[in-house]
């Protein structure tokens, strides 16, 4: 029996990311995910929304059929 896995090449957070620092924030998502680590990635409200700015993952770890990503943010494009 296999596991679903989705490769993601951007951060879409849908509102529901938690901060835990000034810059680093915590996002859990549905299922498992694998996303770069340790580069520069789009982060994004929905999929279909511009760019809100640019993120750095640290962590990722997966559980409970859930992952959840810790990423720093780089730059941010607007703050709406």
């Known amino acids: 029996m296999g596991m679903p896995l989705e490769l993601n090449t951007m951060i879409v957070t849908k509102g ?3 901060r835990l620092e000034e810059n680093l924030f915590v996002l859990e998502k549905e299922g498992y995910r694998l996303y770069p680590i340790d580069i520069p ?8 929304a511009d760019s809100s700015g640019t993120a750095r993952i640290t962590k990722v770890e997966w559980g409970g059929t859930v992952t959840r990503i810790t990423y720093e943010l780089i730059s941010l494009y607007s703050p709406n």
Do not use: F, G, S
Not at 41 to 48: A, G, Q, Y
């Open 16 to 18: 529901r990311e938690e």
């Open 41 to 48: 990635i789009d982060i994004r409200k929905t999929i279909d």
